[in-house]
């Protein structure tokens, strides 16, 4: 105890749980500068991918071209219109990502609120996107169309604006497919009154009940009835 003063508590000695230093910060000019500059070059490139890989209109007479030869980037090759729907579904959700990225950030930048730790989730979110992007593409393709559907009956205006709505709204999409696929795969529970001996509708007992308590003359009570 100190002198003129109460006894204090001895406090329990541990590790305390500590938070991440890293990216704890504030941005600086020169992390906007970088990260805004990434994110517009990723923009720009997304754009000239998804421009690039457009697949061509289907052939007059219901033909399918095997392969045409696309520019990417700086890359010329024969690409197949599976392919080019694939390269379009990447490119698309990407450019929805960075939709809700480039939005973020110049709403935390200008209310002066955006901190270093951050930046990561901002630089990795168009990867996510156009890789979410792909995987409900691939889960709309193989439950929407039969193994013998073509390619080329595929609006690919709606492929790229599904892309874009779910890597714009990842979070949302992937909470979603959680939802669908835990009902999916979720056991099937057996309910109260399985495995017993179904009864007649109406009256509540089976016919044979209904014979046995008719050739009753003791009155005795029907088990059958309290069910």
Request: net charge neutral; glycine share 12%; charged share 15%.
């Amino acid at each position: 105890m100190a002198e003129g003063g109460t006894a204090q508590p001895d406090r329990p000695v541990g590790r305390q749980p500590q938070r991440m230093d890293v990216g704890s910060r504030f941005a600086t000019v020169w992390d906007v500068v970088v990260l805004v500059g990434v994110l517009l070059f990723l923009t720009a490139a997304l754009i000239t991918v998804l421009l690039q890989a457009w697949p061509p209109p289907a052939a007059p007479d219901g033909g399918t071209v095997k392969e045409t030869s696309t520019r990417i980037l700086i890359w010329t090759t024969g690409l197949s219109r599976d392919t080019l729907l694939f390269l379009v579904v990447v490119s698309a959700g990407g450019l929805g990502a960075l939709i809700h990225v480039l939005r973020s950030v110049y709403e935390y930048v200008g209310n002066r609120r955006l901190r270093r730790s951050w930046m990561t989730m901002y630089l990795l979110e168009p990867f996510v996107g156009a890789a979410l992007a792909l995987v409900v593409y691939c889960v709309l393709r193989g439950g929407l169309t039969t193994s013998v559907a073509s390619s080329e009956v595929i609006n690919p205006y709606g492929v790229a604006a599904v892309a874009a709505l779910v890597g714009m709204f990842s979070r949302q999409t992937v909470d979603k497919l959680r939802a669908v696929f835990n009902t999916l795969l979720t056991a099937p529970q057996d309910s109260p009154g399985e495995g017993l001996t179904p009864s007649t509708p109406g009256n509540g007992r089976s016919p044979r009940d209904s014979e046995d308590r008719a050739g009753r003359a003791d009155g005795a009570s029907d088990p059958g009835a309290h069910g």
